[in-house]
């Protein structure tokens, strides 16, 4: 174990060196550069701030008036006979939104049910291998002027599904 984190400690410098090393040798001016791809990244930043504090509020008034938690439970319903915790629910659908406002439920996840619980190892698995499908196709799409996006949410759907199926499938595997 001691190896990967000596290699993982190693791994960006050497990258950064790389990169300066390389645009000198094509006489690239580095640190212009540099500096132009950080007021690039500013811009974007500004650009998407708005998109990111609407779904944030949004989230926290659902979450406070205690409604993912009725949402979750009427659908659980259908979901706990299929093997999907209805306790789940909500987290689901506030990961497809936004990654940030769906860590406070795991957070609440991991205080009710544990952390080594089987609730616990589908919210950790769901998390890292499901997307925030509907803020990186507003932000990205928004940012990129991406026009053609036909695909995209049904495709993003089905890789939700495949992901969210995955973690359960390996969480019992787990536990």
């Known amino acids: 174990m001691s190896v990967l984190a000596n290699i993982s400690n190693i791994v960006i410098p050497v990258l950064i060196f790389y990169i300066v090393a390389y645009g000198l040798t094509t006489k690239t001016p580095v640190y212009e550069s540099f500096i132009k791809g950080a007021k690039d990244g500013l811009k974007t930043v500004v650009e998407i701030t708005p ?3 609407g779904l944030m509020v949004a989230v926290g008034v659902l979450r406070a008036s205690g409604f993912l938690e009725f949402l979750g439970g009427l659908i659980g319903k259908v979901t706990d006979p299929l093997g999907f915790p209805g306790d789940l629910v909500p987290l689901t659908l506030v990961k ?19 952390t080594d619980s089987l609730m ?36 993003a759907m089905i890789a939700t599904l495949g992901g969210t199926i995955a973690s359960i499938i390996l969480a019992k595997m787990l536990v």
């Not at 497809?96 to 009710?112: E, N, P, Q, Y």
């Not at 919210?123 to 002027?145: D, H, N, Q, R, W």
Request: hydrophobic share 50%; glycine share 6%; no cysteine.
């Open 51 to 53: 998109t990111l504090i």
């Open 96 to 114: 497809m939104f936004s990654s940030s406002a769906a860590t406070g439920l795991v957070l609440d996840i991991f205080k009710r049910f544990g």
């Open 120 to 155: 616990g190892m589908i919210t950790s698995l769901m998390m890292s291998s499901t997307e925030t499908i509907f803020y990186t196709m507003s932000v990205y799409f928004m940012v990129a002027k991406v026009a053609k996006t036909k695909w995209t949410l049904p495709g």
